[in-house]
């Protein structure tokens, strides 16, 4: 149990494996109520049901974050079931790897619609409540290529600048309403991220260097333990780690 994570409802999209998975059985853990948001159903209904018989309060709610209306669904569920939402976790995302040239069209458009279009929705969901309260928290899940460009990586790393420009903006309007925004930014983390690209030349290299330097998933939840854990007055903006191995 810890002060102001406890009680606290949390919504995290993205929540069937990785970075998702593991923060929500962290805050879990921690007292917090989450909702577990992914399109793979018994993958949240299972996390759910294992934090549930833990003694832990979790709900597990079909989403696709491409849907506006799902995503909308979301959060309205959750404030139905337990009456507020205090953190909006923006995590779910993607990142198929590949040049510019060999015009992979569609994970062009995958990547926009759920790292941007996703975050955005997640936004429009929340902040009605939020606002309604006068209370809440929304982070958003950057990376270290959102903060720097790397070939290969071009339309992942657009995606992530986005995430990080709209967050500060965010931060910078929703002062009126009492509303904490952070942007988290990491390196390698070990999750099934690398197994969403296409191109096997270039997973194979990635896969290599990300096995010899990724830290595990905790580390991330750990993070946005931080930031929600923080005092009403206190406002995380922004968070960049990395593997301390990691070079660039
Ligand atoms: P994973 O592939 O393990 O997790 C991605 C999550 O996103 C899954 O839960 C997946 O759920 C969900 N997701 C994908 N598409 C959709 C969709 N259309 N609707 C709803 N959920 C969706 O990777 P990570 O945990 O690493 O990724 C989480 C976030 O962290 C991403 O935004 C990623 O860009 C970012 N990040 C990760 C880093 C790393 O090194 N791992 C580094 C920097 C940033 P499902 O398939 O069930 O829908």
Redesign the pocket.
């Known amino acids: 149990m810890s002060d102001n994570i406890e009680g606290k409802v949390i919504v995290i999209?993205?929540?069937?494996?990785?970075?998702?998975?593991a923060t929500a059985r962290h805050l879990a853990e921690q007292g917090a109520t989450v909702v577990l948001?992914?399109?793979?159903a018994e993958?949240i209904d299972t996390i759910a049901k294992e934090l549930t018989d833990q003694g832990h309060k979790a709900l597990a709610v079909t989403?696709?974050?491409?849907r506006r209306d799902q995503v909308a669904a979301l959060v309205d569920k959750a404030v139905e079931t337990f009456g507020r939402i205090d953190v909006m976790l923006n995590?779910?995302?993607?990142?198929p790897l590949a040049p510019l040239e060999r015009l992979k069209i569609d994970e062009w458009d995958r990547m926009v619609d759920?790292?941007v279009k996703?975050v955005l929705y997640g936004i429009a969901a929340a902040l009605p409540h939020m606002k309604r309260q006068k209370s809440g928290h929304i982070i958003n899940?950057?990376?270290?290529?959102g903060h720097k460009v790397a070939p290969g990586a071009a339309v992942y790393c657009g995606t992530?600048h986005a995430v990080r420009a709209i967050s500060e903006g965010l931060r910078q309007e929703v002062k009126p309403y009492d509303i904490r925004t952070t942007v988290i930014?990491?390196?390698?983390?070990?999750?099934?991220?690398l197994?969403?690209i296409s191109e096997e030349d270039i997973a194979k290299g990635v896969r290599e260097h990300?096995a010899e330097i990724?830290v595990p998933?905790l580390s991330f939840a750990r993070m946005v333990a931080f930031a929600v854990s923080q005092p009403a007055e206190v406002d995380v903006n922004e968070i960049l780690f990395r593997p301390t191995s990691q070079p660039v």
């Open positions: 999209t993205g929540a069937s494996s990785g970075l998702g998975e948001g992914a399109r793979r993958r989403t696709d974050v491409t995590n779910a995302g993607l990142m759920v790292n996703g899940v950057s990376s270290v290529y992530k930014s990491p390196g390698a983390v070990a999750t099934e991220l197994d969403h990300v990724a998933a």
